[in-house]
């Protein structure tokens, strides 16, 4: 544990004390079908229906509101059913941004309450993309043409705890979003994961709580965490497994919701469609095994997803 005392940790030691609210929890949710196909409407509802009836949960993120027209497709469902969504923008090309933004503007104004929030970016700071400074840009201009929806940007938690990002903490942004893989640090389950992800959601969230000046001026959301189950690939110490998954789940995720924050589980369902990726360290690492669920909406073996407090999860 990092000795940094930040108002972050005072706030989280205190969290039992006085019972902070507890966290809300959402899904990443994928833009296709198991082929590779877009999903339409109608599979976004039956998506909604099997989050719902399994976590409890009522909100999902997207990362590209152009891509397989997620926006068009998902905001008439998520009215349907009563969610919200997390919108995307992706900034890295000037293609993308542009029509990311137009499908903001002709879909996300028409569905209001639908649309939770907007992040622009997902981790463009961690990748180089961008500078803080030139990245706010692109958030200022998104919000322009949204004045009266919530806008931010989603990036890795260390480029929120060592100041990349404090030109957009600086700028106003309504919500900023850590992403926390203890997994891709190669802790395992019951050996340290646990103890990292709390660590890295609490440097990142001490330090934008100091450089804002405020425990909540800035919405605060840890962007993605999640362990690939059984068929993934392992990485050093962490290995893929269902039944870690589902202690890590339980015990991390849960976890983290008792402590007051908001989490986005990665992800919702598998998505066998994915290719093999090749990862820093040059070595191939399966991305299909992620979900919470299989990729037939089926709930994976012992893996229970409506967490019952105090860091567990129940059936």
Known sequence: MHTLMTIASLALAAAPAIALKKGTLGFALSTKLSDGSCKYTDDYEKDFDTIKSNTGSTIVRGYAASDCNFAQQILPAAKNKGFQVMLGVWPDTEESYDADKEALQTCATQHTDQVYAVTVGSET???????????????????????????????????????????????????????????????????????????????????????????????????????PTEGGTDYEAATASTDLAATYYSQAVCGMLDWGVNVFYFEAFDEPWKPTSVGDNGAAADETHWGAMSADRSMKQNFPLKCSGKGSASS
């Open 125 to 227: 700071l961690y990748r180089g993309n961008f500078t803080g400074e030139q990245l706010l840009e692109k958030i200022n201009d998104i919000k322009s043409v949204l004045p009266n929806i919530k806008v931010g940007t989603v990036d890795s938690w260390n480029k929120s705890a060592d100041g990349t990002a404090d030109p957009v903490i600086n700028g106003g942004v309504d919500l900023l979003m850590a992403n926390a893989f203890s997994y891709w640090q190669g802790k395992e389950v019951g050996d340290g994961a646990e103890y990292t992800y709390f660590d890295d959601v609490q440097q990142a969230l001490g330090h934008i709580q100091k450089v804002s000046g405020s425990l909540d001026k800035i919405e605060f959301w840890n962007g993605e965490t999640g362990w």
